[in-house]
């Protein structure tokens, strides 16, 4: 049914679980894991599930215009490896950060 897409021994899963997590991390656009990490973990307090449609909608716009959205889509057509360029330290939108920390009263 497509909840697993695979199933191995229990002295499998750890070697297994890193082979995926560096396919992710070698095939995937740093700012774009960045910017849905921040997503994932800043919209679990969210008031309403609308606020996190806006927001993914915002950072679709965002990602969809850049230089590695252009690079994604030319290396899949041209059956090449991807080269993104753009970093988290140095390209994100320019409404990122978008949440406000909490203020913590002093003791």
């Known amino acids: 049914m497509g909840l697993f897409s695979q199933v191995v021994p229990p002295d499998e899963l750890l070697p297994a679980a890193r082979k995926i997590a560096r396919e992710i ?7 774009s894991t960045a910017l ?4 994932i973990w800043k919209m679990l307090t969210s008031n309403h ?3 996190s449609h806006y927001l993914e909608s915002k950072a679709l716009d ?16 041209e059956k090449r490896p991807a080269m993104f360029k753009m970093g988290p330290s140095k ?11 909490p203020e913590f009263p002093e003791k």
């Open 25 to 31: 991390a070698d095939n995937t656009s740093a700012i």
């Open 91 to 101: 390209d994100m939108p320019d409404y990122y950060p978008w949440w406000e920390d």
């Open 49 to 51: 599930p609308m606020d």
């Open 36 to 39: 849905s990490r921040q997503m």
């Open 62 to 77: 965002y990602m969809f215009a850049s230089d590695d959205a252009k690079e994604g889509t030319a290396s899949f057509m």
